[in-house]
């Protein structure tokens, strides 16, 4: 089974450098324009149905893809969500440095390491990979699918599957991602 696996368009957020994680943003016009790109660039794959998370930058992201498709199947899974970032939401990178010294430079050093109050990043793999899994093994659907989800999510579960950390993601970055009785595997889309 093949899933094509999307970042959501920009934000404002993104634009300025902001931690978003669970805080619900949505998309500016470039993220809105970019959505509309990664529509083309599926256009011609087939795609039957989309899943997106329930953020609205990524629920908007999907939405604006299947309006362009004409996808009739939207599906909204929490599991999809971002990985929520504790004390570092709402802030810059610099700010995080200066507000929260210790658990940034613990971040830095790994970024699997929990920031205060933030989600551990073996449960955002989890249910991550029981997100990707119900839809993989979902019977409705005939073609591919694509879903929508956020940077941090998708380079754990990428991490994850790969064992090796992809770069930051660029907004509507795509991977094609291989269900099959082995798991999962994952390349970036052409």
């Known amino acids: 089974m093949s899933i094509f696996l999307a970042r959501h368009g920009e934000t404002e957020w993104n634009r300025i450098g902001r931690w978003q994680g669970r805080t619900d943003i949505p998309l500016s016009e470039v993220g809105r324009a970019q959505a509309r790109t990664l529509a083309e660039r599926v256009r011609d794959c087939g795609v039957s149905e989309i899943f997106t998370s329930d953020l609205s930058r990524a629920r908007e992201t999907g939405e604006i893809v299947a309006e362009v498709l004409g996808v009739t199947r939207l599906g909204i899974d929490p599991r999809l969500g971002e990985r929520g970032f504790g004390c570092f939401e ?78 930051p993601l660029v907004n509507v970055a795509l991977f094609l991602v291989e269900h099959g009785n082995a798991g999962f595997s994952s390349t970036v889309a052409e």
């Not at 970024?111 to 990043?121: F, I, N, V, W, Y």
């Open 90 to 167: 709402g802030l810059t990178r610099e700010e995080c440095a200066e507000r929260h010294p210790e658990a940034w430079a613990r971040y830095r050093a790994d970024r699997r390491s929990t920031p205060t109050d933030a989600e551990p990043q073996e449960q955002v793999v989890a249910r991550m990979i029981a997100a990707l899994t119900a839809v993989a093994k979902s019977s409705e659907r005939a073609g591919h699918v694509l879903v929508v989800s956020h940077g941090a999510a998708i380079r754990s579960f990428l991490h994850t599957i790969t064992g090796t950390e992809p770069a």
